[in-house]
């Protein structure tokens, strides 16, 4: 069974760096793409980015370019994102997803970060 | 950048109507466009892909359509699980470089 398991809630201050993860399981974690779809509170959904865990190759959203930082480590089938200095506007559900052209048929749980002072 | 116009961006129908929201693309998509469902408190589900496919599993009641920057998605009959956000997704082919949500359409039972 394909899963996508992302680590738990975070609550973190204005400035604080963060990593969130992301662990396959069920298929082989190198021939797909791993992407990260932001929701804040209330709103919908935003394409951050997205990494091909087999050689590393990564894109982002224009929107999200240099604001995170997506990454992943094969040997232990994770993707992350991490940020390295949080602001308030960051708070929101972020969610792992798997990319099978042509759509995305997997979603992880969902990470909630919240940021405040 | 592909910029992707959902409307309405909310509807109430009775259950038991034809529903139908709209998506349009900035340029032209080919057929790259998908549909997703988002329940409450859930994460989406795939319901379309390349503009008309229906994923395995879905009810046949929704539909979509189009092809080049307008499309349409469409529940035939409205039941009361349909109660949901609707999201349509432009990507580009392999490798995925861009892929673009519209801003949703919250369906609610009137």
Same mark, same amino acid.
């Given at each position: 069974?394909?899963?996508?398991?992302?680590?738990?809630?975070?609550?973190?201050?204005?400035?604080?760096?963060?990593?969130? &993860?992301?662990?396959?399981?069920?298929? &082989?974690?190198?021939?797909?793409?791993?992407?990260?779809?932001?929701?804040?509170?209330?709103?919908?959904?935003?394409?951050?980015?997205?990494?091909? #865990?087999?050689?590393?190759?990564?894109?982002?959203? #224009?929107?999200? *370019?240099? *604001?995170? +930082?997506?990454?992943?480590?094969?040997?232990?089938?994770?993707?992350?994102? *991490?940020? &390295?200095?949080?602001?308030?506007?960051?708070?929101?559900?972020?969610?792992?997803?798997?990319?099978?052209? #042509?759509?995305?048929?997997?979603?992880?749980?969902? +990470?909630?970060?919240?940021?405040? &002072? | 950048?592909?910029?992707?116009?959902?409307? =309405? /961006?909310?509807?109430?129908?009775?259950?038991?109507?034809?529903?139908?929201?709209?998506?349009?693309?900035?340029?032209?998509? /080919?057929?790259?466009?998908?549909?997703?469902?988002?329940?409450?408190?859930?994460?989406?589900?795939?319901?379309?892909?390349?503009?008309?496919?229906?994923?395995?599993?879905? =009810?046949?009641?929704?539909?979509?359509?189009?092809?080049?920057?307008?499309?349409?998605?469409?529940?035939?009959?409205?039941? =009361?699980?349909?109660?949901?956000?609707?999201?349509?997704?432009?990507?580009?082919?392999? =490798?995925?470089?861009?892929?673009?949500?519209?801003?949703?359409?919250?369906?609610?039972?009137?």
């Amino acid at each position: 069974e394909v899963q996508l398991v992302q680590s738990g809630a975070e609550v973190k201050k204005p400035g604080e760096s963060l990593k969130i &993860s992301c662990k396959g399981s069920g298929y &082989s974690f190198t021939s797909y793409w791993i992407g990260w779809v932001r929701q804040m509170p209330g709103k919908g959904l935003e394409w951050m980015g997205i990494i091909y #865990p087999g050689d590393s190759d990564t894109r982002y959203s #224009p929107s999200f *370019q240099g *604001q995170v +930082t997506i990454s992943a480590d094969k040997s232990i089938s994770t993707a992350y994102l *991490q940020w &390295s200095s949080l602001k308030a506007s960051d708070t929101a559900m972020y969610y792992c997803v798997r990319w099978a052209s #042509p759509g995305i048929d997997y979603w992880g749980q969902g +990470t909630l970060v919240t940021v405040s &002072s | 950048d592909i910029q992707m116009t959902q409307s =309405p /961006s909310s509807l109430s129908a009775s259950v038991g109507d034809r529903v139908t929201i709209t998506c349009q693309a900035s340029q032209d998509i /080919s057929n790259y466009l998908n549909w997703y469902q988002q329940k409450p408190g859930k994460a989406p589900k795939l319901l379309i892909y390349d503009a008309s496919n229906l994923e395995t599993g879905v =009810p046949s009641r929704f539909s979509g359509s189009g092809s080049g920057t307008d499309f349409t998605f469409t529940i035939s009959s409205l039941q =009361p699980e349909d109660i949901a956000t609707y999201y349509c997704q432009q990507y580009d082919n392999l =490798p995925p470089k861009r892929l673009t949500f519209g801003g949703g359409t919250k369906v609610e039972i009137k």
